[in-house]
């Protein structure tokens, strides 16, 4: 096909143009193309159901976030011993934009809570919180403390706990593979 | 003209929840002002509502990267409180673990100050990995991982487990060669040096002026180390000597603590072979304690991140107040001082340098 000379006019119509061809093009087919895109969308979103729920149970990004004791326990989460990467439990991101589960690895201060939540409205959804350890579970051993909040679970909803004080790494796994389940749908709330 | 930034409360270099509001003239320091309190609980008043011994747990969670040193500083306190002598066998087994204590809290420094300055996350893995060795050890001889509390008055929970002098032998020899790997895989690096040398420089009078304890102190030539000058436990007997940097940059604090890990080593060793036999035990905790004699008391301490200052005024059975002079609290005032003129990537490699524990400065 030749191709046509440079026309300013006809450049800035292409749109309409490209339009005009492709139903010039579909006027063959039986089926109109609005019929045809619908049933392909549905197919599609049929079958990237499952993927889509399957690719987000095995690539959790945790947000690199600690608060105090357990920030230890969530590095050591984090490096050789354990290798959480094998099961999903990918590489501790920087930034909440780019997080699913933000794991709360400390003890909660009333001057932190308004840190916290703006940490986890800036997450994307589906965004999931595992409380880890006894200070953010329930405050722990400062409970009788003036400046704690007993429990992150009071701010912001929490999708797994997990105890100890402070839990081992192990158990952090263990939490996270809880988490999967509950997001593959295994387990209800 | 200045800019005012903000840094943190949640950022990955600052190691806790460090706010650090910046005044920067194009990429040059001009004002640091470091925002505290977000891990404040208040520490020092719950413990006037509790027992003695409840309180270790408390003390544990000060400095959570090295929970026993903290843990043996106020039971320090409570024991010349109550004038109770430490059995000879405990002081050694005490020391020694206070050692291996400063070994793994050194470790875990390295790796993330080198996280800090660029070696993203190959040396932080390495030396978690050297750490969790040591800490396998503190867990054979107290029986937890990480929060131990196995101080008890005049001794320790328990006696070291048969066959422990052996496995601490190879633990000891096996961090010794990585040691020495970490510094000629880091001091290899020119990314590494470029951002240490030179790098937050305190000279001895500032440091002096500034009341800075603990490594930062001695990176900048200044001879003070609780343990030789007003020294504890069996800390006379044994063969060590403070390692002094006369730089005062960031490369020399990073030096002093790479020293310090090999003379916390040969400590181990040779608490490990001069250790006398006989009873470690100290008093269980459910009996009724010896009420206090002495009413002001205080225990100076050399933790990993500098000097301790525990004072106490005593009830006989619960402290009426202990004033904790926390060793990060200092360092982190310094931070402003020396970061003045800085270039802003800069400023995390000398909070790292400076071994920054959150927990510990706001109590």
Known sequence: ?189 | MVTRINIGPVHPSTHGVLRLVVDIDGDTVVKLEPHIGFLHRGVEKLVETRMYMQSPPYMEKLDYVAPMSYDEAYVATVEKAMGVEVKERAMWIRTMLLELQRIASHLLWLGTMANDVGQFFTVFMWTFADRDVVLRLLEEASGARMFYVNMRIGGLIRDLPPGFEERAEEVMDHVEKRVKKYEDFLEASPLFMERMKGVGVMDREKAIELGVTGPVLRGSGVDYDVRKNNTYYVYEKLNFKPQLRSDGDCFARYKVRMMEIRESIRLVRDALAGMPDGDALGMPIKLILPSAKNRMVSVSRELPRGECLMYMIADPQRPYRLSIRAPTFINLAAMSEISKGCRTADIFAISGSLDLVMGDVDR
Not at chain 1, 25 to 53: D, I, Q, R
Not at chain 1, 96 to 104: F, L, N
Not at chain 1, 138 to 164: A, R, T
């Open chain 1, 1 to 189: 096909m030749e191709t046509p000379p440079y026309d300013k006019e006809r450049f800035l119509n292409a749109e309409k143009e490209m339009s005009a061809l492709v139903r010039a093009s579909m006027s063959k087919y039986e089926t109109k193309p609005n019929v045809m895109f619908a049933k392909l969308s549905e197919v599609s979103k049929a079958l990237s159901k499952g993927l889509v729920e399957w690719s987000r149970v095995r690539s959790l990004w945790p947000l690199q976030f600690g608060l105090s004791c357990c920030a230890m326990e969530l590095m050591d989460f984090g490096s050789a011993r354990i290798d959480a990467e094998r099961r999903g439990y990918l590489f501790f991101r920087a930034t909440p934009r780019q997080a699913d589960v933000m794991v709360v690895a400390g003890w909660v201060t009333k001057s932190m809570v308004p840190e916290i939540k703006r940490l986890y409205e800036q997450m994307l959804k589906p965004r999931y919180i595992i409380a880890y350890g006894e200070c953010a579970t329930c405050g722990g051993p400062w409970w009788e403390s003036y400046n704690i909040v007993k429990g992150i679970d009071q701010v912001l909803p929490v999708d797994v706990y997990v105890v100890g004080c402070p839990p081992k790494p192990e158990n952090l796994y263990a939490g996270f593979m809880k988490l999967q389940k509950k997001i593959g749908g295994e387990i209800e709330d």
